[in-house]
């Protein structure tokens, strides 16, 4: 199970260099610090619900805190990690939306799309530039 969550978006990763796409690099980046952080977590609770606990009592309240601050600590990455996938999914899905209208638009115009270059120096909620270069279908 460890592979099936850690090998694709690391494979993404050497596509995204490959192609030299930094969005991509970036997003299937964060997407492996996820899984690795997720897969640590569900061990640590796992182990913490099967009662895997030292021996001694006198450890005990101590390997409680210790394991406490690193559920926290598990749990806050995860968060903030899983924040900047947010932004970046909604930012490709825009992307996609508009270029995917820009291609209707264009096909009803009897236009094609030859080339098409979108500038973006926007957050998620900001609207961007772009420009689309077309020519007329000749029937």
């Known amino acids: 199970m460890i592979a099936a969550t850690l090998i694709p978006p690391a494979a993404v990763v050497g596509l995204g260099i490959a192609y030299g ?12 610090l ?10 640590l609770a796992v182990l913490s619900i099967r009662g895997y606990r030292p021996d001694h009592w006198f450890e005990e309240d101590l390997v409680r805190r210790t394991t406490l601050k690193r559920i ?8 903030v ?3 900047f ?5 909604v930012d490709l899905q825009r992307n996609a ?41 000749e029937q």
């Open 85 to 89: 996938l947010v932004v970046t999914s």
């Open 21 to 32: 796409d930094p969005v991509l690099v970036v997003s299937a980046r964060i997407l492996v």
């Open 97 to 137: 939306k508009f270029e995917s209208t820009v291609k209707t638009t264009a096909e009803e115009s009897g236009l094609t799309v030859l080339s098409m270059d979108v500038e973006s120096n926007e957050t998620v909620l900001s609207p961007s530039r772009s420009s689309c270069a077309t020519s007329r279908n």
């Open 81 to 83: 990690l899983s924040s």
């Open 72 to 79: 926290a600590v598990l749990t806050l990455g995860v968060i």
């Open 34 to 43: 996820v899984n690795i952080l997720s897969i640590n977590f569900a061990s």
